[in-house]
């Protein structure tokens, strides 16, 4: 196949193509090394020895033992070259089948979806299997035609995948018969160095490409539709992969991966942010398997090459126009702006970066210092904070944050701590030019600073991916740790308001994730959360041990446990209500938070024994203690923004609808004190029954609090349990004016206006 030159195969040439030729081409190419050898030993036997006896003397022996030497040297290059070729060659039939398989089952996907295809792998839709009824329906759906055209565009991506491979066939064979050495004397001599992987000859090729690049040198057309070609061919192929790094270097690659993004900006644009992409993918491929020597040879490169500064334009035009100044970015920069463009990367390999170039902060605190901005949508495509950055493609796969972050990983490691407490997250963009002078400036930091630590902080804790849809609740060990010492950590440093701005809608949708545990906590009635809350963090043995070195008590392990099969996670309620006072800086986080506690609160009543009046009490009191602490945040937030308050308050009910328009739902869990089973219908109409009356008392007391000055008027919470209740009774066929309904309303505001009085007081406010 690999002889058609420089035509692209069609789809009929791949659907016809019959491939036992390569087989049997490969036996051939083997015998012919063999023969090669019997003809060698021969030639040893009977002229080499002649030729080196002693018994031939003069010049001519001089000049005819090089001649002989020479012709030995070619049967053994041929050999050689012979077993490339056969080594090519069934390599081309296994890819090539696999390849050509490919397109046959996508071809039956597209019948099995009521495509027919023609000669030319065009598909459309195949009337002839239908009524005519259908076939007239079909035949007015505005979708019809995308619909054929995704079939073809499937099919046309598996031909050309064969077309790909067959393409890199043609280039090791004819790499594997080119002389090896062009000053021997022999023209078209065999080929001692041939190689028989398709895909190291592939990556030589790639090599010497990128090598052109990084020299400044411009690709022919013909040059830049093979590079591509290299990639999105190789670009999932280990052999490829580590070879063409190897080659390149950690550094050439820095390089190379700088001159696509200055390159990026021109007219070919679309061509380098694919070459982007497959280079990235080429790194996750290469690095997947932490075991192979390449690795550590790999990384061992890159901690050097990390921490070098490079040139680069797309960086560089940051600075003033017309200075005549440039600034160097640090190869980790570089790098992680790479690897954004890619996905797949390993664990291990996330990890290890990460680590390494903390370690390299924590020597030189200013290394990814750079003058210009670098956030937003159109300046935010360059990491400069690469540690962030790294954590951002981390959050793409949760369990790799998890197991960075948790505290207990690794024989227990301090990553949370460091990330939490002790890094500079102030990368201030000192460098500014004046003229030909360099001066320190103090600009701001970046706008998006912390936004890739609160994704992976999310990830780590809630085990989805940020942003997809899951249900809440349900987490392992690993992840209750990391959401605990969160927790833990940042109640020792920000108060309420001070909280981080990049981490308020991360650890608002972490909070909504774990609304099974926070309603207990907030409930003060759950003596198991009690115990946990308050019997401090160690290790399983129940010694106590400091990781923070100031005697200070953040421990990891602590405050997680489980209970018939379901992780559960503690802290005390003065500290979830700091946390939550930080999240409501942010209405759309808030939000979210409270509307789940809403539906929990929901659920929690109607899994509740409605008939048993200390289950009855106990339900009504925990759900009346937990909105106290819910009122107390929003008044200590609407008391701080006095005239912005309403339209807080405004912001936080419309998005309180939105969420809980979105119907959230819970993992099925087994609850402490023997609720019975929850059904969804029941706890739907409990909820409801109260929603439209909140969203009015919402704004309308936070009002009237903005009007007074005055913190003690929101109590909104207490008439949200009052009509939770009116609901639940009225699943149990109790009127809402009936002597139960009025004893039960109203019953928690002891709980309410207590756990109120303690929110405010964990938020600096005591005597409210």
Known sequence: MANHGGFVLTYHQVMTVDL???????????????????????????????????????????????????????????????????????????????????????????????????????????????????????????????????????????????????????????????????????????????????????????????????????????????????????????TFSQTFLAGMGPKGTIELANKYFDLAKGDDKENFRALEKGLATTLATATKSPSDPFYDTWREGLKKAGVEKYDLDAVDNKISVGTGQGQGARGYQSLVTLMKQGRGYSSQFLSDLTDDMIAAERKDKNIWDLYGEFSGKDDGWFANDPVDGALDIMSHDPKTATGYLDP??????????????????????????????????????????????????????????????????????????????????????????????????????????????????????NEDYKNHAYSGMGDDDGTLRSRTGDGSDIYAGGGVWTDDGTVRMAVSPDELSRIMRGVAEDPNA????????????????????FKNPNDRTAAIN?????????????????????????????????????????????????????????????????????????????????????????MKVFDVGQRQVDSLVVGWTQQHGEDADSGLTKTLVGSGQERHDSARREALQALGRPGV
């Open 20 to 238: 036992s030729f390569l087989e049997t081409a490969a036996k051939q190419w083997t015998e012919a090394a063999k023969q090669f050898s019997e003809v060698q030993k021969a030639y040893q036997q009977q002229v080499k020895t002649a030729a080196t006896d002693g018994t031939w003397t003069g010049v001519a022996n001089g000049l005819g033992q090089i001649q002989v030497g020479m012709t030995d040297e070619q049967f053994t290059a041929a050999q050689t070259e012979a077993k490339a070729i056969a080594s090519i060659l069934r390599d081309a039939h296994a890819q090539l089948k696999d390849l050509h398989g490919k397109v046959k089952s996508a071809v039956a996907d597209a019948v099995k979806a009521g495509m027919k295809v023609s000669e030319d792998g065009r598909a459309s839709y195949d009337f002839s299997k239908v009524s005519k009824d259908d076939a007239f329906t079909i035949k007015h759906d505005p979708d019809l035609h995308t619909t054929e055209l995704s079939w073809t565009e499937h099919i046309a991506a598996a031909v050309k995948a064969v077309d790909d491979a067959d393409q890199g066939v043609k280039l090791a064979l004819q790499a594997a018969v080119r002389d090896s050495n062009l000053i021997d004397g022999i023209d078209n001599g065999f080929n001692a160095k041939a190689e028989g992987d398709i895909e190291k000859v592939e990556a030589e090729e790639a090599k010497d490409l990128s090598t052109k690049l990084n020299s400044g040198e411009k690709l022919s057309a013909k040059e830049m539709a093979e590079y591509q070609r290299l990639f999105r061919d190789n670009q999932d192929d280990k």
């Open 408 to 525: 207990k990983a690794d024989g227990g490691n301090d990553r949370l701590k460091y990330l939490v407490q002790d890094r500079d997250w102030d990368l201030k963009n000192t460098t500014n030019w004046r003229g030909n002078i360099e001066t320190v400036g103090d600009d701001a930091s970046d706008a998006d600073v912390r936004g890739g630590f609160g994704r992976a902080l999310e990830a780590a804790a809630t085990g989805n991916v940020p942003g997809t849809d899951h249900a809440l609740g349900g987490h392992t060990e690993a992840e209750a740790r990391v959401m605990h010492d969160t927790i833990k950590l940042l109640n020792k440093d920000w108060k309420g308001d001070q909280m981080p701005a990049g981490l308020r809608s991360p650890l608002g949708h972490m909070l909504m994730d774990y609304t099974p545990d926070t309603h207990e906590i907030l409930s003060r009635t």
């Open 590 to 609: 808030y939000a979210g938070m409270y509307a789940a506690e809403r539906q929990y609160a929901a659920e929690t009543l109607a899994r509740t024994d």
């Open 622 to 710: 925990a759900a009346s203690s937990t909105f106290g602490f819910y009122d107390g945040v929003t008044s200590d937030i609407l008391f701080d923004k006095r005239d912005k308050a309403v339209q807080w308050a405004t912001d936080v009910r419309t998005a309180s609808f939105l969420v809980t328009g979105g119907a959230l739902n819970f993992v099925p869990d087994k609850p402490l004190g023997g609720h019975l089973p929850v059904a969804a219908d029941i706890a739907g109409s409990i909820l409801y029954a109260g929603m439209y009356e909140w969203g009015k008392d919402y704004a309308a007391q936070a009002n009237a609090s903005a009007a007074l000055d005055n």
